[in-house]
Antibody, heavy 121, light 112 residues
């Protein structure tokens, strides 16, 4: 069955860095666009970034552009999010998610359970 | 960026009654070349990730009960639950995927 498991969250000071990982199984990872989407405590969903199947096409939300970097390793079935210059407003549960159909930017159909990132001094 | 605005922010409906949630986009999400609306609906229950209910504005995801339906085109969309069940209590989000992704602010659905 399809599984997405995020890791790497935790408590970090403002200005610090974290690297999130998402390990996937149960499908051909290299066929799908992948996204990171976050949710601040008690708030709504905010798309952060997505990456194409080969990594050639990447988009970021303005709120993280220049600070976050998405990447993938198709050989390791893994998605990553390098987060630098973290701010208090980056505090959220971070989800990785798979696009519904292959090779296109469809809405996500499978999501991980999320990993909590807390930015606080 | 396309802004998605949902209404109402919260809604209380009696069991067995119809629930209707609206979603408006700041620009059309209808792609003329394929006549598809790049609009999805999600359900999120506490402590869980979102669940995809509907895509292309009106196509139900596999396994989603047929009491859930989506309609609309261009900039105005609706999610309808025809007969509310207790397990439908959740927050519902619309999402456009015409240009990157944007989510609505969410609508909290409760039992009256």
């Amino acid at each position: 069955q399809v599984q997405l498991v995020e890791s790497g969250g935790g408590l970090v000071k403002p200005g610090g860095s974290l690297r999130l990982s998402c390990a996937v199984s149960g499908f051909t990872f290299s066929d799908y666009y992948m996204s990171w989407i976050r949710q601040a405590p008690g708030k709504g969903l905010e798309w952060i970034s997505y990456i194409s199947t080969t990594g050639e096409t990447i988009y970021y939300a303005d709120s993280v552009k220049g600070r976050f970097t998405i990447s993938r390793d198709n050989a390791k079935n893994s998605l990553y999010l390098q987060m630098n210059s973290l701010r208090a407003e980056d505090t959220a549960v971070y989800y990785c998610a798979r696009a519904r159909d292959i090779v296109v930017v469809d809405p996500p159909d499978y999501w991980g359970q999320g990993t909590l990132v807390t930015v606080s001094s | 960026d396309i802004v998605m605005t949902q209404s109402p922010d919260s809604l209380a409906v009696s069991l067995g009654e119809r629930a209707t949630i609206n979603c408006k986009s700041s620009q059309s999400v209808l792609y003329s070349s394929n006549n598809k609306n790049y609009l999805a609906w999600y359900q999120q229950k506490p402590g869980q990730p979102p669940k995809l209910l509907i895509y292309w504005a009106s196509t139900r995801e596999s396994g989603v009960p047929d009491r859930f339906s989506g309609s609309g085109s261009g900039t105005d969309f609706t999610l309808t639950i025809s007969s509310l069940q207790a397990e439908d209590v959740a927050v519902y989000y619309c999402q456009q995927y015409y240009t990157t992704y944007t989510f609505g602010q969410g609508t909290k659905l409760e039992i009256k």
